[in-house]
């Protein structure tokens, strides 16, 4: 009689264990991940109009940061934006004081009938889709990220906030399966 109770309260232990085990598990992998509600940037002000922002150069410094913090990219964008076509066109070049990435990039970004916009970059998988709150404006879009030797396909939810009419600060975080595996820093001003 105690064997058996003995081991059933053994059984009852490992449930509980490997319960709390996968609720740790969860609770880490949600802690890896960020969810911005953008509801609570449509009062704030100034509004962020991209294509007021971009009517002209641009330059813009900017940081990567790998998931432990560290920076791995140091940067500096001189961009050329103007309108061609009814289309916002952004053409971007790089120039890093460390770690490598594009030299290039031209976005071409199209105003939809809702107030949103589609954009495509030619390292861009399929379309990019943005939208406007207030001072904040969201871009979400993938990305094949090359890493080394390896390409890996991340999702990049990109953050805009408007300081003043010539100022503003962009936030990426770049997720693979959901989880923030990298963020990107850029400081933008209208030249």
Do not use: H
């Amino acid at each position: 009689m105690r064997l058996s109770a003995l081991l059933k309260e053994i059984s009852t232990i490992k449930k509980m264990s490997m319960l709390t085990i996968v609720a740790m598990l969860v609770l880490a992998i949600s802690g890896c991940s960020v969810s911005i509600d953008a509801q609570q940037y449509k009062g704030v002000t100034p509004a962020f109009e991209i294509e007021k922002f971009f009517d002209g150069k641009v330059k813009a410094w900017g940081i990567v940061q790998n998931r432990d913090g560290d920076v791995v990219q140091r940067f500096i964008v001189e961009i050329d934006a103007y309108k061609k076509d009814g289309n916002l066109i952004l053409d971007e070049r790089f120039e890093y004081g460390f770690g490598d990435g594009p030299k290039t990039r031209v976005w071409t970004l199209t105003k939809n009938a809702d107030g949103t916009y589609t954009g495509n970059a030619g390292d861009i998988a399929g379309p990019a889709t943005g939208t406007s709150y207030g001072n904040a404006f969201n871009f979400v879009y993938e990305m094949d990220l090359e890493v080394g030797d390896s390409t890996y396909r991340v999702n990049f939810d990109d953050w805009f906030w408007a300081f003043d009419e010539n100022t503003m600060m962009n936030r990426s975080y770049i997720k693979k399966f959901g989880i923030v595996m990298a963020e990107v820093s850029i400081f933008m001003q209208k030249q």
